[in-house]
């Protein structure tokens, strides 16, 4: 996609010291995968001694020990470069927790129960969490995965994953989830937006993002340079749930604003990276000179009034669409302040365009931080 980047950017080559612990006493060749906590209630069962201890050091573990957490709190990881491990509600012991192991290209999760929440970006593995009910398989994905006794819940926050069984299979996209009880094969994937945020994990900072409740907080006031600019609510042509934003334009000029501007206010933290991401669709929607064209201008900061003045963070981001089908665009940004405005937007060009645009599923998210020191 278009945009300046798509995943997690730029981390540092990670330097494991050997520290094997009691590997000199275990003589099974077993492959292991190294672990880098990113807090500090990890704790891991040793198949080795079968005791369990603290994990707080970068280092290697196992295929036969167990990972888990103490207390309610989330447990975080990274592991085999890029990807972040948020673990909830997991046991360290024996035939319980997590276990991690490298099988060729893949890195593959065992999970006996509780949730992980799996964050893969710029990442060449694939990922794969096995469970009693079920394996889910992708590759650049963030999804959620929840064992109890009877059944297996997947949701998927981002990308696409496949859950199956020796009964059967499903392909499971961002905003839907599955489930696999004891004995039946994966259910066929539903919306289901209930993983954002229920790991302890960034929300959607943008409020009413796919205009579920209708317009407001979004103006529906068309701002034309040029030509007309028609905006309404469409409940026919939608992306997700039950509604979208339908922008109808008729030689509509250059730098008209096909959203009007949308401030939120005291979200970001400065220095922090975020992930913009709309999904539109076009239809009929040309320039003279070809195919229309949109463009994105994000600006941050302690923003008081109309900041289309200033210098913007993200200036002016264009890109080609494509007709006839719902299409992703994100980017990724440095807060400079705590507030954010943005607008949506025909780039400069001295052709005027026509035809209809739908808009849905804003989001705005915090991109965790992996490359942090120890705590
Ligand atoms: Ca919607």
Redo the contacts with the bound molecule.
């Keep these: 996609m278009n945009g300046y980047y798509i995943g997690m950017g730029g981390l540092p080559a990670l330097i494991f010291c050997a520290a094997l612990g009691q590997a000199g006493n275990d003589t099974r060749a077993e492959p292991s995968v190294e672990v880098r906590p990113l807090s500090t209630n990890l704790r891991c069962w040793r198949g080795v001694s079968e005791r369990t201890e603290k994990l707080e050091q970068p280092g290697f573990i196992f295929e036969t020990d167990h990972l888990g957490t103490e207390g309610e709190e989330a447990g975080r990881f990274q592991t085999e470069g890029a990807q972040l491990v948020v673990l909830r509600g997991v046991r360290a012991a024996k035939e319980e927790g997590l276990s991690l192991s490298r099988r060729e290209n893949r890195l593959v999760l065992r999970l006996y129960k509780g949730s992980v929440l799996v964050q893969s970006h710029e990442s060449d593995v694939d990922v794969e969490v096995e469970t009693q009910h079920g394996r889910v398989t992708g590759k650049e994905v963030y999804f959620l995965v929840t064992v109890a006794d009877d059944a297996t819940q997947i949701s998927v926050i981002d990308g696409k994953v496949t859950f199956s069984n020796t009964l059967g299979s499903v392909d499971v996209e961002d905003g839907m989830s599955s489930r696999a009880s004891k004995g039946q094969q994966p259910t066929v994937a539903r919306e289901d937006d209930s993983a954002k945020g229920a790991a302890g994990e960034p929300e959607n900072l943008i409020p009413n993002p796919?205009?579920?409740q209708g317009l407001p907080p979004w103006s529906a006031r068309a701002e034309p340079r040029s030509g007309k600019l028609t905006l309404r609510l469409d409940r026919d042509v939608?992306?997700?749930?039950?509604?979208?934003l339908r922008v109808s334009l008729e030689n509509t000029g250059a730098l008209s604003r096909l959203v009007p501007m949308r401030r939120v206010k005291k979200v970001l933290k400065p220095g922090t990276r975020y992930l913009f991401r709309l999904y539109y669709r076009v239809e009929d929607f040309k320039r003279n000179q070809g195919n229309g064209q949109l463009a994105v201008v994000i600006w941050t900061g302690e923003l008081k009034q109309d900041p289309g003045e200033m210098l913007p963070d993200v200036f002016n981001d264009r890109w080609d669409t494509v007709e006839g089908r719902w299409a992703r665009y994100d980017c990724v940004f440095k807060a400079t302040g705590p507030d954010i405005a943005f607008v949506v937007l025909l780039p400069e060009d001295p052709d005027a365009t026509s035809g209809t645009v739908w808009l849905?599923?804003f989001l705005l998210m915090e991109i965790p931080a992996m490359n942090r020191k120890q705590p």
Aim: no cysteine; glycine share 24%.
């Design positions: 796919g205009f579920e939608r992306r997700r749930g039950g509604s979208s849905d599923d």
